[in-house]
């Protein structure tokens, strides 16, 4: 019996040592996929990261386009909010309330699908509420923004995005992404 228990136990330790044999690289290592072209055009220093790694890489993300922060000095006040943008010759509006909606519902709505308005403080009181920033996918190049409360003007400004590539999870590790931020000052 305790041989026959050996050579099962043998027979078993083949057998796992066959499957746990090393995969060639050759069968795991694939090219990356090219870099989009819109990025590249926005990004062209994006080329010059590295896209193949064995590095080991943390999972940290990153979105490709523009993010404009907006925020008054004194909190934003109570009123009807439209605001008019040109993208690279493109009119988009997006309007609504502050107050907010109740959470979960969205209180601004844009004529764009590539266009969001960061609603902040839904949970909050209505002084502590308002419009953190203004996201635009893609990588527009030239763009005005004019933000009206109640009809009269509290920001006007025109803008041209600079955008960097950059590799958040480090050299070698995916994702390659392309933005620019800033900041709009608005009137109180």
């Known amino acids: 019996m305790s041989f026959r228990r050996v050579f099962l136990s043998l027979g078993f330790l083949c057998a796992c040592e066959s499957l746990a044999s090393p995969v060639s690289d050759a069968s795991v290592h694939t090219e990356p996929d090219p870099l ?11 080329e010059q990261f590295q896209r193949a790694s064995r590095n080991a890489c943390t999972d940290i993300g990153c979105r490709n ?6 925020s008054p000095s004194s909190g934003w006040t109570a009123g ?15 309007q609504g309330s502050i107050p907010l ?5 969205r209180s601004f709505s844009c004529d764009a699908d590539d266009v969001r ?7 909050l009181p209505a002084n502590a ?8 996918e893609g990588f527009p190049l030239a763009l005005s923004v004019r933000i009206l409360r109640d009809g009269s003007e509290i920001a006007n400004s ?10 958040p999870n480090g050299p070698g590790c995916e994702p390659i992404c392309c ?10």
Request: proline share 4%.
């Open 36 to 46: 989009p072209a819109d990025l590249v055009a926005a990004c062209p220093d994006a």
């Open 65 to 70: 386009g523009y993010n404009l922060d907006v």
């Open 80 to 94: 009807t909010y439209s605001f008019e943008l040109d993208l690279d010759g493109r009119a988009i509006t997006c």
């Open 101 to 105: 909606k109740a959470c979960g519902e």
């Open 117 to 123: 308005l960061g609603e902040s403080g839904c949970a």
């Open 129 to 136: 509420q308002g419009i953190s920033n203004i996201a635009f």
């Open 158 to 167: 025109q803008l041209t995005p600079t955008y960097r590539a950059g590799q």
């Open 179 to 188: 933005s620019a931020s800033e900041t709009l000052a608005l009137r109180d």
